[in-house]
Nanobody, 124 residues
Framework: QVQLVESGGGLVQVGDSLRLSCAAS????????MGWSRQPPGKEREVVGA????????FYGDFVKGRFTISRDNAKNTVYLQMNSLSPEDTATYYC?????????????????WGQGTQVTVSS
């Protein structure tokens, strides 16, 4: 069992940046691929970014368009999502997730553990 706790969400203006963090309570953090997903109001959950166990492989949803960066620190059991040039379309609850499958999970269904989420609201 892995417990995930997200932090760093909030209310920002168009064009601002935010850095989300996710702390994992496990002794084997490096055994999990990690990802960030989001769920806008009334829409399905979509993967924003994902990173392999070592951090060497990364995946981003098409809508990211170079604005976000996912990273991880295995020594700190933490995964990050740096978000730049935020727009109102990025407003959503952002979830951290851990997956046991090899590679970089690109679909929400491939993840095994989820955090409670952190709200990001971008105001125009």
């Amino acid at each position: 069992q892995v417990q995930l706790v997200e932090s760093g969400g909030g209310l920002v203006q168009v064009g601002d940046s935010l850095r989300l963090s996710c702390a994992a309570s496990t002794r084997t953090f490096s055994n999990y691929a990690m990802g960030w997903s989001r769920q806008p109001p009334g829409k399905e959950r979509e993967v924003v970014g994902a990173i392999s166990r070592s951090g060497s492989i990364r995946f981003y949803g098409d809508f990211v368009k170079g604005r976000f960066t996912i990273s991880r620190d295995n020594a700190k059991n933490t995964v990050y999502l740096q978000m730049n040039s935020l727009s109102p379309e990025d407003t959503a609850t952002y979830y951290c997730a851990a997956g046991t499958s090899p590679g970089v999970p690109r679909r929400a269904a491939e993840y095994d553990f989820w955090g409670q989420g952190t709200q990001v609201t971008v105001s125009s």
